[in-house]
């Protein structure tokens, strides 16, 4: 059986684009993007995706290791499966990508930037899971989820959390109990819409959805795969029907987004270490970042800030300001 990641590296497609074996069968779809469906009826439709952003290794290693069960039949397959590797030619020079960042383009936003090789395949992705879903809807597997799996640029007080879209369908007894399984130390939800793959599948179609930040961008094979193995058993019970990892970490914390701190000018300037962590937190009146005469301040007792980044290009968020959710509230969101 061939292996999904060498050939998508490769850009050599299977000699023939489908096929079967004992369990399953499988349709290679476009460049990295495969689809796995059990030969029984199943009620769940599950999107992995990995590699939106190319030199995010260590998710598109696991997503790999787990198609490799499958194809080997090392393991079964419970759901209707669509695996994407979301951005190959960047995968094959190991960069985050080539021309423009793909996790802002969908939702159709990828007509706002510039053409390019990632604006089109953003649109080929939201076209390819659209489809997908439409194809287990029409044989009963209704229940939708996505978990987009990513890398972060620089190293965090959290090596692994999750970021959640502004829906209900996210915040849902069953997937925070899922979440916790996984390993995560830290869950943040976000209050308003955006380009990202998860933000897409959630609007659109109403997957459980769910970017899971994996630990920090190294090339392929100098991973430690090991610091991931919750995700990894929780991802293999979720589309294997097996059992959820036991937690053994202390309970999740959980972040909600208060402010995205958008670059406008070219002197934006961003009042953080060249090397500060994910989740460095501030204390009130603090400052973040200023340009073109504007200051921008924490304004609540403590703020954390995720993924400072002041060389996005104008128009862009260059960071992200968090605030920790009181115990009540984390009730509530769970209710909702
Ligand atoms: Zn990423």
Redesign the pocket.
């Known amino acids: 059986m061939f292996d999904f990641l060498s050939l998508t590296l490769g850009g050599t497609p299977p000699a023939e684009p489908h096929g079967q074996i004992a369990h399953l069968e499988w349709q290679w779809l476009d460049d990295g993007v495969l689809e796995l469906s059990p030969r029984r009826s199943c009620e769940r439709a599950v999107v992995l995706s990995a590699g ?2 190319g030199n ?1 290794t260590a998710p598109i290693e696991i997503l790999n290791r787990l198609v490799s069960e499958l194809l080997s039949e090392g393991s079964v397959l419970a759901v209707r499966l669509l695996v994407i590797l979301g951005n190959p030619p960047a995968m094959r020079t190991n960069t985050r990508y080539l021309h423009s960042d793909m ?1 802002r383009m969908f939702g159709g936003r990828h007509g706002l930037f510039i053409a390019s090789g990632e604006t089109e395949r953003a649109w080929h992705l939201e076209q390819h899971m659209a489809a997908f879903f439409q194809r287990a809807t029409a044989v009963g597997a209704t229940s939708r989820f996505h978990f987009d799996l ?2 972060a640029i620089r190293g965090s007080h959290y090596l692994r959390f999750g970021l959640l879209p502004s829906l209900p369908e996210s915040r849902t007894p069953s997937m925070l109990a899922w979440l916790e399984s996984a390993g995560l130390e830290a869950l943040v939800f976000h209050q308003s819409p955006g380009g990202t793959f998860t933000h897409f599948s959630g609007e659109v179609f109403h997957a459980a959805s769910c970017t899971l930040e994996l630990g920090k961008a190294l090339p392929f094979g100098s991973n430690d795969l090991s610091q991931f193995l919750a995700a990894e058993q929780a991802l293999r019970a979720l589309i294997s029907g097996g059992t959820l990892p036991e937690r053994s970490l202390p309970a999740i914390k959980r972040f909600r987004v208060v402010r995205d701190l958008i670059k406008h000018h070219n002197d934006f300037r961003l009042n953080v270490a060249e090397d500060a962590l994910n989740f460095t937190s501030f204390g009130y009146g603090d400052l973040l970042a200023e340009e073109s005469g504007q200051r921008y301040v924490v304004e609540h007792e403590r703020e954390w800030l995720l993924f400072p980044n002041a060389k996005v290009a104008n128009g862009l968020r260059a960071g992200l300001m968090l605030v920790e959710e009181s115990d009540r509230e984390a009730r509530g969101l769970i209710g909702c």
């Open positions: 939106i952003h995010e996790n990513h890398t």
